[in-house]
Nanobody, 120 residues
Framework: QVQLVESGGGLVQAGGSLRLSCVASGRIFSVGLMGWYRQAPGNQRELVATITNADTTNYADSVKGRFTISRDDAKKSVYLQMNSLEPEDTAVYYC??????????????WGQGTQVTVSS
């Protein structure tokens, strides 16, 4: 069974840092686009950052210069380093990956979400 498992969320004061990790497991042949999205209460899920398998990155304007996305294909993992956190960054963060399964071809997967809370 293919799944994404996130870790690294928590409570931090404004100006602090957190690092989110996400690892894909299961019968995976290849990993395509990976990324992070977030959803705050009452809001729609929004893109935070994505990274292609050529390491091309894309960031939401609100996090540019503060967040850095990276990946390790050997570990089937994606990371999000979050610095200078602001209370507005408080949300549930979801990992996303487009994975090529040995049995089923390309499919989109989401993690279960990890809570990030930034106090002022």
């Amino acid at each position: 069974q293919v799944q994404l498992v996130e870790s690294g969320g928590g409570l931090v004061q404004a100006g602090g840092s957190l690092r989110l990790s996400c690892v894909a497991s299961g019968r995976i042949f290849s990993v395509g686009l990976m990324g992070w999205y977030r959803q705050a209460p009452g809001n729609q899920r929004e893109l935070v950052a994505t990274i292609t398998n050529a390491d091309t990155t894309n960031y939401a304007d609100s996090v540019k210069g503060r967040f850095t996305i990276s990946r390790d294909d050997a570990k089937k993992s994606v990371y999000l380093q979050m610095n200078s956190l602001e209370p507005e960054d408080t949300a549930v963060y979801y990992c996303y990956a487009r994975l090529f399964e040995i049995a089923g071809g390309w499919r989109n997967y989401w993690g279960q979400g990890t809570q990030v809370t930034v106090s002022s």
